[in-house]
């Protein structure tokens, strides 16, 4: 048997070493944060469109119950995470990176925490696969790594390469890591689902060598589980070096190949899932359990309890805060996400969401960036960090001077706004701020471009249509005539004009004969 | 008898390239974007007519015969800016006897319509649907917010509601450039880059 673990002779462009301050939460076993008073569950929470709420203010509702209905097939189902009575569905403030109000479904638990769960399919190698996708989306099952993609979608495909993500490079997140370190039996009966749903031959977990634990564990649970290695499983470590756990990233990192400019890994023959998302679709089919909790590391040098915790989607902030024992005096800000990509969480009072694997309380000084940007310099470190391989000045320039197309014409729309270039710039320009504002400006400005040309041809097809009218008016008015003229001519020329006027003779004495009536 | 020879030699070698570029210019020719539909196509499309022309199409070809480039308030001083960088002339800011206009929709204030169809023969782009002597409404998404459908209504029944937009499907990242309005403290930038 080969070695199932190895180290990758590959290595992406760029990329950057943040101090990683896992040490603060991975240190303690898994704990449960239990259920909050209040649930505000977000229907906008995934990829695509929002859910429709299914169930009435008033209502009972069960934990796994629908709650929100997916429309269209980019959605993704949303489910009660404990039971109780709905107490509104109305607009409140949501974990979005702009703090803004959507709908949302606001629960009063009861505490029971009476559950209804799915049927569960034991034998899943012998359903027929639609069963499963279906199960999969019907259990609300998204992308856990942060991106929220509807993953029965992401399971179609047949292909013969998964690649499961455990890399986990962003500063403080630790979830992934408790996760195989504690449940690394489950997890890789969970892959071998995956790969079974996919039809994959050959399967590589990707793993920052920084979890030597996580990888210890998973070969012992990989020996146990699967003794001849049928799977064909192998472990590739990676360099801890962020943003390793990058989907592109990741697969030239383990492949040696590029995803191309504007194309899925499906390009490769490549699916990737990651590690938490695997074990909730094996849950949702092996046990029937709907996506209501998810793991999610708590840490942040404010927060005094640290660690990882199985969190129903929906928990307010202000309540994880509390079961934290945070101390405000010191809180600076809160974050969700890690400290790259994530963003601050301007009101409280809004629940988790299913993308939400981290939680940073961070104290005064604790996390900050310099508030004085100065003019750029062009050291040129950025091009050196980005793991794209983009222009990030050049990008910078153009944005700046929303010269969109040129940007555009730099790969914009490539940049995975993972923030290297923003942490090596000496002159903390907020470069990532930039680059979101131009996709956003230009994704608005082909909006309206195109509505301008829907409205342009709406404009022309009524000018069509107004001078249609108007010639076909004058062919009839044209007709009219004609027929007159011919009928004049039947009566003889000479008569035409006595004719007339004994018309209009009639014509009067008839209306006062009725008049008379 | 030389000179003969390349006198007639030249002739023919002129001849024969002629008929090449010609027989070129026919077979490969390049049909090239006319300018009026390269304007036409920054104009806004409202066809609110507030240029003093009947319509986006009959401005443009105005300012292809000439014609100022700043008299499009839907289109604004970005509209002005990328007609100038389009002819090459100077950019000017708008007609001051205009104002640039925000986003607008029209509604009808349904139980007030008397049902007269002026607005509907008003409307530039069919958004307005009705029948005589029953209720008219805006078909909201069509509407291009030209205000030509106010003036006719006999009875003021339709108001001009400007587009808000302001949710979070709409919201975009801010311009970290406009500073004074930027929501963003700058120590709330992420990625953050000083980690204690």
């Known amino acids: 048997m080969d070695s199932i673990q190895y180290t990758t002779q590959y290595q992406f462009h760029g990329g950057i070493h943040p101090e990683e301050h896992k040490e603060l939460s991975n240190q303690h076993s898994i704990g449960e944060l239990g259920v909050p008073p209040q649930l505000n569950i977000y229907l906008g929470q995934h990829n695509g469109q929002p859910a429709l709420p299914v169930v009435n203010v008033g209502d009972y509702v069960k934990r796994g119950q629908l709650i929100g209905r997916m429309q269209g097939n980019l959605s993704a189902n949303v489910h009660a995470s404990s039971s109780g009575t709905v107490k509104e569905i109305a607009l409140r403030p949501v974990a979005h990176a702009s703090g803004m109000n959507d709908l949302c479904v606001v629960i009063d638990t009861d505490g029971n925490d009476a559950s209804e769960y799915l049927e569960p399919i034991a034998d899943y190698a012998s359903v027929n696969k639609q069963v499963l996708l279906d199960r999969v989306a019907e259990a609300g099952i998204v992308g856990l790594g942060g991106a929220a993609f509807p993953s029965n979608i992401k399971l179609m495909p047949r292909v013969n390469h998964l690649i499961i993500n455990a890399a986990e490079c962003e500063p403080y997140i630790s979830c992934d890591d408790r996760l195989m370190r504690e449940n690394a039996d489950e997890l890789i009966n969970a892959i071998q689902c995956v790969q079974s749903i996919i039809g994959a031959q050959h399967c590589t977990i990707g793993i920052e060598d920084n979890k030597q634990e996580a990888i210890n564990a998973l070969l012992l649970a990989i020996e146990k589980q699967d003794p001849n290695n049928n799977s064909h499983f192998q472990i590739c470590v990676v360099p801890t070096k962020y943003p390793s756990g990058g989907e592109k990233q990741l697969i030239e990192l383990i492949t040696g190949k590029q995803v191309p400019a504007q194309q899925l890994p499906l390009a490769l023959g490549i699916i990737m899932h990651n590690v938490a998302t695997a074990l909730a679709v094996y849950r949702a089919i092996t046990k029937g359990e709907v996506l209501t909790q998810r793991l999610m590391t708590i840490t942040g040098k404010a927060a005094t309890i640290r660690g990882n915790f199985w969190t129903r989607i929906g928990t307010p902030f202000d309540w994880i805060l509390e079961q934290a024992k945070v101390n405000t005096q010191v809180l600076d800000r809160v974050i969700m996400g890690g400290p790259m990509m994530g963003f601050e969480i301007q009101k409280l009072d809004s629940g988790t969401v299913k993308s939400t694997n981290c939680t940073i309380f961070a104290e005064t000084n604790e996390l900050a960036t310099s508030n004085n940007s100065l003019p750029c310099i062009r050291c040129g470190l950025c091009a050196d960090a980005c793991p794209v391989s983009l222009l990030p000045q050049q990008l910078y320039w153009h944005s700046k001077s929303e010269e969109f197309n040129k940007a555009e014409h730099y790969n914009l729309f490539d940049c995975i706004e993972c923030g290297a270039c923003s942490y090596v710039c000496p002159s903390n320009i907020p470069l990532v701020q930039y680059y979101r504002f131009a996709k956003n400006e230009i994704v608005r400005q082909s909006d309206e471009k195109a509505k301008a040309s829907h409205a342009r041809e709406r404009h022309e097809f009524r000018e069509l249509r107004l001078q249609r009218e108007k010639a076909e008016r004058a062919e009839r008015h044209r007709k009219a005539a004609e027929a007159r003229k011919k009928a004049a001519m039947q009566k003889g020329e000479a008569d035409e004009k006595k004719a007339t006027i004994a018309d209009a003779v009639a014509r009067a004495k008839a209306r006062k004969q009725q008049s008379k009536d | ?196």
């Open chain 2, 1 to 196: 008898m030389n000179t003969l020879m390349a006198v007639v030699l030249l002739v023919l070698l002129a001849a024969l390239f002629g008929a090449l570029l010609g027989y070129a210019a026919v077979r490969f020719k390049v049909e090239s974007d006319p300018i009026v539909e390269q304007i036409d196509n920054i104009l806004p499309q409202t066809q609110c007519g507030q240029c003093g022309y009947p319509g986006c199409r009959p401005y443009a070809e105005a300012i292809a015969n000439g014609d100022e480039i700043n008299k499009c308030p839907p289109g604004g001083e970005a509209g002005v800016k990328a007609l100038a960088d389009l002819l090459g002339r100077e950019p000017k800011p708008l007609d001051e006897s205009l104002e640039e206009s925000v986003p607008k929709v029209a509604v009808i204030r349904e139980d007030e319509c008397i049902g007269c169809t002026k607005c509907i023969q008003a409307c530039p782009v069919d958004a307005i649907v009705g029948a005589a002597k029953l209720m008219h409404t805006v078909i909201a998404d069509e509407c291009t917010g030209c205000d030509l459908c106010v003036p006719p209504c006999p009875v003021d029944c339709i108001d001009m509601i400007p587009l808000t937009n302001n949710d979070l499907h709409h919201w975009q990242w801010p311009n970290p450039n406009s500073e004074p309005h930027s929501p963003f403290e700058s120590e709330q930038i992420i990625p953050v880059k000083q980690v204690s």
